[in-house]
């Protein structure tokens, strides 16, 4: 970041703003869909977009059928691309917009790419239906029926002309961009396949396509997995308002998708124009074909199509100096659906996922027990749930769970009671071992101060009773035969939040070990809300849910029997390093934009996107709270922390946000550094 660009800018982060333009038209009325055009290529500008796309023959409209063949028509359809060309050259957008052309003495279903009054390219049509009530090819010639790759065009001359043009902004590397039309991207192998794998980062449709029943639902299919199987963006407009209506019917459907997943969508069946924009992030686009090595392979097994792709680079103004926030909204828990259905079928899946990984590890060993020490807090209640299911599936009684609490220096009355009251409820075999005793002669054999009356809670006083308590767990699987079931998070191992061995970052299985605390939180809320364990067990979760997440190994209580000692004062809110876990993990992405999507997604606790929390229990936080725990996160994480990673115990990956097994998602030095970026986080203004 230049000291010239804005930190607040979308376009500093490598996020740039598209638009899908859907005007009205008239049909055969070039010179009106000309000023429908320019007004909606203005208010693109005004929102700060740099491109905005077209329907497919929106300068004719798309359904003039042998009224392509009248001169008048034609030449109407050059006149407004003409004066589209000059308003342009005050409005800093990349446009695109379709038209008939006739060249060579063919006609073309044309789309005509321009940038401040200058044609970048035309690309035409390659596919053109002729099958039910498509008839194309009575009027037009497909692409690859031209010799000729340039061509002269109201007074400019030498315009790139082809169906394998690329268009590259030259001071943004990153966006590359495609253009098909329509049909092209309905057929087996669509062009923007190939163009995708020859740099193209955004791919344009350019469409028409009338409407029937279903059509609009394959549509997003179509677009949805075209973008996801190409890694890249994919913006389609489709014709609305004012196409004839003589036989079919149109419903203005345009769409911005971002591998896979859905960035913008207009409101079909519009009476009016309509200019939907969206964010699109070009560094996941670039980080994602980086890790799917299958994408470069597809490059090279391709090479000759690719080989066949053009280049048209030009400069663009991009926005730099202004302050533009994103219009995109990122969930706030990115590991956690904001959508109702879509998190109960989520949580639905995890469980799922946790418990057939359960299950067969407890068959392979052949134990007869699973051991599982429980705390009333979050981690070991979500651990004890998949026991209890995983007893459930093998039709073992859940006496087969031996459960322990074990109480400590600093155990409150509040969780202490939780766990007896959970494992209660559930219907496991309950036991009780009281710590203390071994821990003074642990401390008492090292010396330490606290054996002689001085109230010292140091971190040898905290892990002395992590300590004791795993070792009793092994100690007890051994005397009856089980396995110790884990109950670290994938947050607390991100942020190396665990007692190293013989603590709670080893056990003989892990199921929690790619569960970040904040699905933890909402995966027993949802089995407390639909009673999942039975109505007696959901109000003993529900007061977990409410208890301070603790380790509990410094004593102290306050007036409501709340814990003194809180983890998230450490390490950090454990929502926000979540929100930085998923994209520095998944995506590798750099500090500096990792704070700009944080403070985007968490400066107003007002907007909208919360799943089901409470008015009084959203948080929000500044870029200077944002920087503050970046740092920790990126200190613990990069520098201190790895070499627990290093050996977790066996646990199964669960989200597509990643796992920190080293057999699975990641692999990192031990002895690693973690200055790159630190030295990144210090270009993030205070």
């Known amino acids: 970041m230049s000291q010239e660009q804005e930190f607040y800018n979308l376009y500093t982060h490598n996020f740039i703003r598209t638009a899908v333009a859907l005007p009205e038209v ?14 909606l290529l203005a208010e693109a500008g005004e929102r700060r977009s740099i491109l905005s796309v077209f329907p497919e023959l929106g300068l004719s409209a798309y359904s003039c059928e042998d009224l392509f063949h009248q001169q008048a028509l034609l ?98 590397r990153l ?14 192998i669509p062009p923007s396949s190939y163009a995708a794998l020859a740099g193209a980062t955004v791919l344009v449709n350019l469409s028409a396509s009338n409407i029937t029943i279903g059509k609009a639902d394959y549509r997003r299919q179509l677009v949805a997995n075209q973008s996801g199987r190409c890694l890249a963006a994919y913006l389609y407009s489709a014709a609305g308002m004012g196409e004839s209506t003589t036989d079919l019917a149109w419903d203005g459907h345009g769409m911005i998708y971002e591998n896979g997943s859905l960035v913008a969508e207009s409101k079909r069946f519009s009476y009016g124009a309509q200019l939907v924009s969206g964010d699109i992030d070009l560094d996941r686009l670039a980080q994602e074909r980086m890790r799917q090595n299958t994408f470069g392979q597809s490059v090279f097994r391709f090479r000759d199509e690719v080989g066949g792709f053009r280049t048209i680079a030009f400069r663009a103004d991009l926005p730099y100096q202004e302050r533009i926030p994103l219009e995109r909204r990122y969930e706030r828990f990115p590991f956690v659906p904001s959508d109702p259905a879509r998190r109960d079928e989520r949580c639905r899946e995890v469980y799922e996922i946790q418990v057939q990984a359960l299950v067969k ?16 807090g979050l981690d070991s209640t979500q651990a004890l749930i998949v026991c209890a299911r995983a007893m459930d599936v093998m039709g073992l009684s859940r006496f087969h769970i031996l459960a322990y609490t074990m109480p400590g220096f600093a155990t409150s009355q509040r969780t202490l009671d939780q766990a007896r009251q959970l494992i209660r409820t559930i219907g496991c075999t309950y036991r009780e071992i009281d710590i203390r005793p071994s821990c003074i002669q642990m401390l008492k054999d090292i010396g330490h101060p ?67 605390k904040t699905l933890i939180q909402y995966l027993i809320r949802w089995t407390a809300i639909t009673d999942q364990l039975g109505p007696e067990v959901s109000p003993v979760l529900n007061d977990i849910l409410e208890t301070e997440i603790s380790p509990e190994l410094v004593p102290g209580e306050d007036s409501s029997g709340q814990p003194v000692q809180k983890t998230e004062d450490i390490v950090g809110p454990y929502e926000l390093q979540d929100f930085i876990l998923y994209y520095v993990l998944r995506l590798g992405f750099l ?6 999507m944080a403070w985007n997604a968490w400066h107003d606790r007002h907007l909208p996107g919360w799943p089901d929390i409470p008015e009084d229990k959203r948080h929000e936080y500044n870029l200077h709270e944002i920087k503050r725990w970046l740092k920790v996160f990126l200190r613990r994480f990069f520098k201190t922390s790895q070499f ?25 030095p031990s002895d690693g550094e973690a200055e790159a970026w630190l030295a990144d986080l210090d270009r993030i203004p205070d």
């Open 591 to 596: 500090p500096r934009k990792v704070a700009f």
């Open 450 to 516: 606290f054996c002689e009356g001085k109230p010292v809670y140091d971190v040898t006083f905290e892990n002395v009773q992590a300590g004791e308590r795993t070792s009793h767990l092994f100690r007890l699987a051994n005397q009856y035969g089980g396995i110790v079931v884990g109950t670290s998070d994938l947050s607390e191992m991100a942020l190396g939040w665990c007692t190293y061995g013989v603590g709670d970052h080893m056990a003989h299985y892990h199921v929690n070990a790619s569960v970040p």
């Open 361 to 376: 590890r407890f068959r392979s060993t052949g134990a007869d027990k699973m051991v599982i020490g429980i705390s009333g």
């Open 644 to 668: 627990k990673r290093t050996c977790v115990p066996n646990s199964p990956k669960v989200g597509s946000g990643g796992s920190l097994s080293p057999r699975g998602d990641w692999r990192a």
């Open 26 to 39: 008239k049909v055969a009325d070039p010179e009106f869909n000309a000023r429908q055009t320019i007004e």
């Open 175 to 188: 966006f590359t961009f495609y253009v098909e039309i329509c049909e092209d991207v309905w057929v087996p």
């Open 75 to 172: 030449d109407g359809c050059l006149d407004a691309l003409g004066k589209i060309l000059d308003v342009s050259r005050a409005i800093p957008v990349i446009g695109i917009v379709g038209l008939p052309l006739r060249i060579d003495g063919a006609l073309f279903n044309c789309a005509a790419v321009f940038y401040r009054g200058k044609l970048l390219g035309v690309v035409p049509k390659t596919y053109l239906p002729n099958y039910r009530e498509f008839y194309e090819l009575r009027q037009f010639t497909p692409a690859d029926h031209t010799l000729r790759d340039s061509l002269d065009l109201l007074g400019q001359t030498g315009i790139p002309f082809g169906n394998r043009l690329l268009f590259q902004v030259e001071n943004q």
